[in-house]
């Protein structure tokens, strides 16, 4: 727990709506209020400079040379997590691929947060898990998304899912991510039928998983292993052949609400 204290994430958001901020810059902004510990926000914008100026990023860059890309590739090393969050993908899909080529580069697992249409850009872009996002509200659902996974890591708890297991999942492999959020009666496994539904929509082999993390933060009252064995019965329904692993984040400002994380791998 002590080391979990100290695990970095690095969030770098690419603004692909022309001549507004939008998607990933609004969405690094959603992040940088919510006042995340271990967080660290880069905003990237090739065409206007005004959208960089509108985002609360301390670090931003345009990529327009070798220099600019060199420049982010190290101001994301060093983290144990990156995400790269973008909506409507197609919009500027070179600035998209480009921006996701350098989190690469750094050997740090890469967790695209995608929103709008994304079909076919799998083919364009490099990443290591993602996440499917509706367009509408993207900002808040992507800040959701990185909210849960950095519970999942410092928050007390016992089993504790650690940013190890999460890496060595995403590495070597294709990663789906999924998240439910749910409040009142029987919100534990209703947030996880969320997470399952989101997994499923958003890819077409999840049945032929092999590995998933999933984790549950709550109140403490409303975890227990007896509620976690349900959970694994529940997902070995959905992907008899996965080996499934879990962790417990106490948050007891949550009282009735539940946030389940699902991780699944699969190979191809």
């Known amino acids: 727990m002590f080391e979990n204290k100290f695990v970095k994430f690095k969030v770098v958001g690419v603004n692909t709506g022309g001549a507004k901020i939008s998607g990933g810059l609004s969405a690094l902004n959603c992040i940088m209020e919510r006042n995340m510990a271990g967080v660290n926000c880069l905003a990237v914008d090739r065409q206007d400079v005004d959208n960089l100026r509108g985002c609360n990023a301390k670090h ?18 060093g983290a144990d997590l990156l995400f790269v969050t973008a909506a409507e993908v197609w919009e500027n899909i070179k600035l998209v691929a480009l921006t996701a080529h350098c989190a690469k580069r750094t050997g740090v697992p890469v967790i695209f947060i995608a929103g709008g249409n994304f079909e076919d850009a799998e083919d364009e872009i490099i990443f290591d898990a993602l996440i499917k996002l509706p367009a509408k509200n993207f900002e808040f659902d992507a800040a959701k998304v990185v909210q849960n996974f950095i519970e999942a890591v410092t928050l007390p708890g016992q089993p504790k899912l650690d940013v190890k297991a999460i890496a060595e ?8 991510l999924s998240y439910g959020e749910r409040d009142g009666k029987n ?20 049945k032929a998983a092999t590995k998933i993390l999933f984790n549950v933060t709550a109140s403490k009252g409303n975890l227990s ?26 948050d007891d400002w949550l ?14």
């Open 225 to 250: 292993l007896e509620e976690a064995q349900k959970l694994s019965n529940l997902l070995k329904r959905h992907a008899p052949h996965a080996e499934i692993s879990f962790g417990f984040s106490i």
């Open 187 to 206: 919100s534990v496994v209703k947030a996880a039928k969320a997470a399952l539904e989101h997994a499923e929509q958003s890819d077409d082999n999840f």
């Open 60 to 77: 931003k860059y345009r990529l327009l040379t070798s220099e600019d890309e060199q420049a982010l590739t190290e101001n994301l090393r």
């Open 169 to 176: 999942l995403i590495r070597d492999g294709a990663a789906t």
């Open 255 to 268: 009282v009735d609400k539940v946030k389940f994380l699902l991780l699944a791998k699969h190979n191809d």
